[in-house]
């Protein structure tokens, strides 16, 4: 087996897109976004347990989590950590906010530089923006080789990876040198539970936004004891770089508008199946984004 | 230079069918924006795919063919579409929303600095004004997101090129009567790739046929027992495919043998939750309606006015599926770009 290895786990806090109930509709029949819980992106999740298990294999590895969002985007963090992770950091700074995928790459890259890490290990993708570009954007600004789609690693040797992908019609396995950064599909193995001696650890790691925000309680001054419960905060001051590569302005998309799908009729509408009606229907569907 | 450049993907010796849907589309936007329509091969053996191309459109083919790039690995692909996009300056860039396509394109948007859109399913040339500057013939990318509740209509103001991703299926394939004259431009590979672009190794491949997925489809189609016979789930296969949907079932078509269990919805098959589930000739018992009343919307064709599927759909349709499935793919047909 291989020396121990540092790896960086990329996750992030998305709202729950994929169970939009009834529940979640407004009057209108849009989604009202703010009533989403806000989770830990699913294939997130996977690539995490890609990571753990790597650290069952060569005890010793270290296993970061890293995600960009704002300050209770550290829930992610916790999350990780009562799953097997050994830390994380929160990458946030009001610099950083309207970025699309290349601002939010750049900015991923500039913190895993100064992690240094051997592996990084990200979701396929998120499922709010839905792109799947953030992963291949990050290893392009490290100029690292990349592996998509993975779903399993099998094997890791002399420096070198061997990992399956999923591809739409088939398998592919491929091997690559260290380091390299690996997106994660969902038919890879589900994340494993919370652990509950994890659990116990670190049930009170906080940043430091969050303890000044709460009240003051007994955990502050046991904090000052503990270290690892300390999450850390980093912002543009933490990771440099170009200060307009980030946020709105390291943003070459502009979203020009927004339409709200009405994803529900507000009652059964009875239709026969004349042409008129059909093609009512059909225009309907087309105008609101449903097909076409 | 600034004209349109397609990405155009093979699978196994032939032009995948998005690349052809793309080039397709790109004329519409060429026309509209005076210039054009280039493609980009990048294989082994794969010469010979140009004819095929010019009669899609193609001015110039660049053609990068080499024996080390004969199974798609993104460092190389993407170091060669990098090269020549610094080279020949494209104002639209597009790609398939393909496996290869969605690990390329990114790769590509990020070494240039030039924003990428996903997924789109709408691709248009219009106007754009903001705060300090106006901007003509941009190209309007529109995709949803947020798992399909929202859609976006993106632009990319200022960086060069454009770039798009679209799924397999969106747009339409039209060959021209008449083929452009075309012409190939070789790319020098050798010149361009470094040893390190070869660092990944394939070791094994396996190509199986397309799984059946409908849990993650956005659209269903859906046939009961109502449907009739193995033929008949033909149609629930061709209004599928223009709506880009997926095709389920009720446990009564599955046991009748009209189709793969693989595709049963309720309490024993799989449980979705789509955009639109349309419901062919199912009577809505409460171990098929299980499965799939959480969908967003559901649409009913069924020829008792009373069947249960009526009462949680938002729109019934009372009729024969035989006359209304056809009635329907010919309308979208007609109303759709
Ligand atoms: C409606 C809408 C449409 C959009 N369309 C586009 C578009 O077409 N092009 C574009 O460039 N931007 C787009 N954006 C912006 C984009 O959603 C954000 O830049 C977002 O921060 C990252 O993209 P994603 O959610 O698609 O992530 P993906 O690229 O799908 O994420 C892949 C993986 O990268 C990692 N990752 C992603 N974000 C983070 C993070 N913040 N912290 C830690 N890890 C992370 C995770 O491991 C994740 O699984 C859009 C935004 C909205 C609201
Ligand atoms: C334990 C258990 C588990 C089950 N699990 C499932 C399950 O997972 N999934 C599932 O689907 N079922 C399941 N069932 C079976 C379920 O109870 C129903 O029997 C089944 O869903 C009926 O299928 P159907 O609606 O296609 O057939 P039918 O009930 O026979 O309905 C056919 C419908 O087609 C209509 N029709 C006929 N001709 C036309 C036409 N030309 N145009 C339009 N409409 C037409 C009829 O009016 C009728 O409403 C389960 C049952 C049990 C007991």
Redesign the pocket.
Known sequence: MDKKLKIVV???Q?PDTRNVGKDAMKEDGTVNRAALPAIF?P??MN?LEQALRIKDLIPGTEIQL????PGRAADVIREGMFRGADGGIL?TDRKFAG??????SYA?AQAIKKINPDLII?????I????????PQ?AEKLDLPQITYAEEVLGLENGRITIRRRLERGVEVVASPLPVLV?VTASAAPCRPRNAKQLMKYKHARTLSEDQQAEPNTYAVALDQREYLRIPEWGYAEIGGEENGYGLAG?P?K?KK?ENIILQAKESKVLSGSDEDINGLIQELIASHTIG | MNNIIVYCETDNGKLCDVSLELMTKARDLAAALSCDIEALLIGHNVKSLADELYQYGAKVVHLADDPKLEFFRTLPYAAITIALFRQEQPQIALFGATSVGRDLAPRVSSALHS????DCTCLEIGDHKDKEKEYKNLLY?I?P??GGN?I?T?VNPECRPQMATVREGVMKKEALATPVAGSIQPIEVNNILKDTDLAVEIIERHIEERKIDIKGAQIIVAGGFGVGSKENFQLLFDLAKVLGGEVGASRAAVDAGFIDHARQIGQTGVTVRPKLFISCGISGQIQHTAGMDQSAMIISINNDPDAPIHKIADYAIVGDLNEIIPKMIKSYKQNSK
């Open positions: 990329l996750a992030k998305v992106n294939e997130d690539a890293l995600t960009m969002g990458l970025a699309d995928t290349l601002a939010t991923l990200a979701g396929r993708q998120a709010d923006g839905d792109t799947a570009q953030v992963g990050v997106t943003s998309t979203v927004i | 924003g990428l859109t996903a990318q995709r997101a947020f929202i976006a993106i």
